[in-house]
């Protein structure tokens, strides 16, 4: 399920365009990255044509196979181009072999459109390493990024929903000026993208207490803390994994190796307890009667866990919008990540994010200069 994005916003990008009353978008589509290959993307785009009247794609992959696959989608039809591209990016692929020798591929090609501002925002349920060192050396990264993160929406008890995750798998590694640069970022999605006037951000920990974690992490606190006016925040101090779900934050900030297995967790938690739900139900005539009763409330349930419903990490700290789905997605999934791009792209994300950005390292810089004009005149 994507985010609750206004589509009215102003600052559309590239790809996104307003021909008379009528908002449109530019979505390219990486065909070949997924397991279960072109047919569950191509019938992702379909699902997502039909939910949005607004969007249209460009499909990169071999085109005699992709001509074949979206002849039989007639919500398709007139709104989808082809771009030929015979290579495809293997999850076993190394990045650098990637960058030497993937130019004929069809995730180069997807985020080629993008560099071009041909399209405004780019999918793949590719290999995610080569995903986003294409990414970083065809967009760039933003000014006052070091390195940029995936963020990934994780179902909540707040108002809105979601929580923001970052980072859940670009970089294993994350200095404290990287976590400060990941909180900002976080905020300006929870900010414009679930509509939260004022996020509150938690840095992600082995406890609550100040004096636990490493060094690193305590740093990263005191930064937070420092630049939250900056940055339209709250910081409110360390949080544990129990509090992912809850609505104690908005915004759950950490490095890319924690993150990712957190989300893995989540994941495979969701999995079996829908699974453990379903044998519960299934033993006994009594169970399957229970079942019958409590079907509305276990279908909702159903929805809330499903991990499918939220796919899509955003990759944030660029010079454009890459939309990151599950390897292993199936139409739904393609169809949730796809739909994530668009209402991105429409409510003009990418440039209030740059601009944010760009103001709270100015902001956070002038504080720093100043502590340190101060700490010499002492």
Known sequence: MAPALDPAADGLTG????????????????????DR???????GMAICAEKMPSIRFLVHGPEAELTRL??????????????????????????????????????????????????AAAVSCGNTGALMVLSMMRLRKLPGV???AIACLWPSKNPQGYNVMLDVGADIRA?????????????????????????????LNVGTEEHKGRAELKEAGELLARHSAAGGFDYVGFIEGGDLPGSRIDVIVTDGFTGNIALKTGEGTAKFVGESLKDAFSVGILSKFAALLALGSLRRLQRRIDPRRVNGGVFLGLNGTVVKSHGSSDET?????????????????????????????????DATDIQVGNGNNQ
């Open 333 to 365: 999934g393609v169809s949730a990540a796809i739909g994530l791009a668009a209402q991105l792209a429409l409510s003009g994300f990418q440039e209030r994010l740059a601009a944010r950005v760009a103001s709270a390292a100015r902001a956070g810089q």
């Open 37 to 43: 290959g072109p047919a569950a993307v191509v019938a």
């Open 15 to 34: 790809g996104a365009t307003r021909p008379g009353s009528d908002l449109q978008v530019l979505i390219s589509v990486d065909a070949m990255g997924g």
């Open 146 to 148: 070091n390195r940029p």
């Open 175 to 203: 200095e404290p000026s990287d976590l400060l640069a990941y909180a900002m970022m976080g905020a300006a999605y929870a900010r414009d993208g679930l509509s939260v006037a004022r996020p509150r951000v938690g840095l």
């Open 70 to 119: 979206i002849a039989r989608r007639r919500v398709l039809a007139g709104r989808t181009t082809i771009r030929h591209a015979d290579g495809v990016v293997t999850m076993e692929d190394k990045p650098s072999q990637v960058l030497r020798h993937g130019k004929d591929t069809s995730m180069w090609s997807a985020i080629d459109a993008v560099e071009s501002g041909e399209a």
